[in-house]
Nanobody, 120 residues
Framework: QVRVAESGGGSVQSGGSLRLSCTVS????????VAWFRQTPGSEREGVAV??????TTYAASVKGRFTVSKDNRHNAYLRMDRLKPEDTAMYFC???????????????WGQGTQVTVSA
């Protein structure tokens, strides 16, 4: 059974930094895509960053230059968030799939989310 779990959310002041972690376990494939999304109440889920099996990355325009997605060789992925803004406040989700959907939320496996709150 595939499990996706995020951690590392919290509260930070504007301009601060956080690093989110995502652990994917039980995946039957050795290579897969990991994507980060975020969502605020009443809004659709928004793609933030993607890292594919080869390590190639894609970012939403709103976070490019401030967020960095990475992964290790132990089924962990990370989202480093710098120069955070109040508009980055959201529930952040990690998703995984063998197929690459870019910033489109079509991924098969999802975590429960971790809250990020940025105060002005």
């Amino acid at each position: 059974q595939v499990r996706v779990a995020e951690s590392g959310g919290g509260s930070v002041q504007s301009g601060g930094s956080l690093r989110l972690s995502c652990t994917v376990s039980g995946y039957p494939y050795t290579s897969y895509v990991v994507a980060w999304f975020r969502q605020t109440p009443g809004s659709e889920r928004e793609g933030v960053a993607v890292i594919d099996a080869d390590g190639d990355t894609t970012y939403a325009a709103s976070v490019k230059g401030r967020f960095t997605v990475s992964k290790d060789n132990r089924h962990n992925a990370y989202l480093r968030m710098d120069r955070l803004k109040p508009e980055d406040t959201a529930m952040y989700f990690c998703a995984a799939d063998v197929f690459a959907y870019g910033l489109d939320p079509k991924y098969e496996y999802w975590g429960q989310g971790t809250q990020v709150t940025v105060s002005a």
